[in-house]
T-cell receptor
Framework: EAQVTQNPRYLITVTGKKLTVTCSQNMNHEYMSWYRQDPGLGLRQIYYSMNVEVTDKGDVPEGYKVSRKEKRNFPLILESPSPNQTSLYFC????????????FGPGTRLTVT | EDKVVQSPLSLVVHEGDTVTLNCSYEVTNFRSLLWYKQEKKAPTFLFMLTSSGIEKKSGRLSSILDKKELFSILNITATQTGDSAVYLCAVVRSGTYKYIFGTGTRLKVLA
């Protein structure tokens, strides 16, 4: 089944403890992206990647890192999480022929205390 | 500052009604406007609009873009309870794959 998977789906952590949220797609998509969704603010793009080793900042990259060493994986790294990073995170991917038709993962709900 | 504004914020209708959702934008270097439907969790893609005045249709859903007035509408005819969702509008800047989303319109369709 064609899909975007994220792990973990739920995470409660403490301030300052490094964490990684994984994202993987099995559709051979070149484009991948990370978003956070907060009430009243909608979806905001954190980082995106056009291909392996090619990444760029979205609108809210502060406090996050990403890497794209393989086409299928695009992990989101929080080196020192803070409570204002408590949010619902979505990973998405899109095919090269239709880069705007994003397929979203199921979301990761992160709580930082 | 670039922004995308959706209205209304929420809407309650009865099955069979027709609804119109609005999306206006102020974005430098506009490329495309997209509509997504978000039910329980992950958004799903509905339409991409790039050219002004060309209607996109999929079943009971249709959408059109006005690049002069900087807005788009999403119409849903003969609504069903399965149309209940948050509808998201997003704009993509030209030359990038940066997305700017609106906060969405929450639609509830009553049986």
């Amino acid at each position: 089944e064609a899909q975007v998977t994220q792990n973990p789906r739920y995470l409660i952590t403490v301030t300052g403890k490094k964490l990684t949220v994984t994202c993987s797609q099995n559709m051979n998509h070149e484009y991948m992206s990370w978003y956070r969704q907060d009430p009243g603010l909608g979806l905001r793009q954190i980082y995106y990647s056009m291909n392996v080793e090619v990444t760029d900042k979205g609108d809210v990259p502060e406090g996050y890192k990403v890497s794209r060493k393989e086409k299928r994986n695009f992990p989101l790294i929080l080196e020192s999480p803070s409570p204002n990073q408590t949010s619902l995170y979505f990973c998405a991917s899109a095919p090269p022929a239709k880069p705007y038709e994003q397929y979203f993962g199921p979301g990761t709900r992160l709580t930082v205390t | 500052e670039d922004k995308v504004v959706q209205s209304p914020l929420s809407l309650v209708v009865h099955e069979g009604d027709t609804v119109t959702l609005n999306c206006s934008y102020e974005v430098t270097n506009f490329r495309s406007l997209l509509w997504y439907k978000q039910e329980k969790k992950a958004p799903t893609f509905l339409f991409m609009l790039t050219s002004s005045g060309i209607e996109k249709k999929s079943g009971r859903l249709s959408s059109i873009l006005d690049k002069k007035e900087l807005f788009s509408i999403l119409n849903i005819t003969a609504t069903q309870t399965g149309d209940s969702a948050v509808y998201l509008c997003a704009v993509v800047r030209s030359g990038t794959y940066k997305y700017i989303f609106g906060t969405g319109t929450r639609l509830k369709v009553l049986a």
